[in-house]
Every structure is written in structure tokens, then in C-alpha cells.
């Protein structure tokens, strides 16, 4: 089952801008009516967005933390650090990307060690 999310559960400005050209939908975090994305395509923008950041951007603490654990807590602190929404948006946006990274196969490019 995918979960839908409106804007203003996301409260990132670049994705809400991006979902105000969405369909209407019931949004499952608050439950209105709102232009709407899947989680999932959520977590894709936000991989690309994340791997960009870790690979060119000096951030020491998202890429130490991500070096020492890469999954679990430290995956959810690094998307409350880019995004301030609910624990519940960050939590499911954490599997999301995890299911995403551990589709992977083993050859392709991963994040660096
Ligand atoms: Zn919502």
C-alpha cells in the first residue's frame, strides 16, 4: 500500500512546490483533500536529493552518521535535518528510502564508505 502526502505534511519548499501540480487526493498523514504525491516518489526525490548532498556537499554530520549506521535512526535524523514535518511522515520516508537503497543491485552505485 502506498501512502498519498499533501505539501503541507512535507514542509519542504522545493516538494511542495512540486505537488501543488498534483491531482487532488485525500492526503493520508492529515486526512484533507490536497494535491498529493506517493511516499514513494516522495522518497525517490529525496534519494536523488540525499545522495547529490552527501556526494558534493561537504555535511559532516549526515555523511558520519550515515557512514557509521546506515539504517535506522541516523537515515531519519538526516531527513529531519533537509525536512520539518511529523515523525510519522519521517519514519515512513525513512523505509521508503531504504526499501529504494536495498532494491538495489550490489554493483550499482551505492553511498560512498
Ligand atoms: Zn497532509
Redesign the pocket.
Known amino acids: 500500500m502506498t501512502n498519498l ?2 505539501g ?2 512535507l514542509n519542504e519548499s522545493f516538494l511542495r512546490e512540486i505537488l501543488q501540480q498534483n491531482e487532488l487526493d485525500e ?1 493520508s ?2 486526512g ?1 483533500e ?1 494535491p498529493v504525491a506517493d511516499l514513494d516518489d516522495i522518497a525517490v526525490r529525496c534519494s536523488e536529493a540525499l545522495l547529490a548532498a552527501f556526494q558534493f556537499v561537504e555535511q559532516p554530520m549526515g555523511v558520519i552518521h550515515y557512514r557509521q549506521e546506515p539504517i535506522g535512526d541516523p537515515l531519519g535524523e538526516v531527513l529531519e535535518q533537509m525536512m520539518d514535518c511529523s515523525d510519522r511522515v519521517i519514519a515512513d520516508l525513512s523505509q521508503a528510502l531504504l526499501e529504494l537503497w536495498g532494491g538495489w543491485d550490489e554493483d550499482e552505485p551505492h553511498l560512498p564508505n
Open positions: 502526502i499533501c503541507d505534511c492526503c498523514y492529515c484533507l490536497k
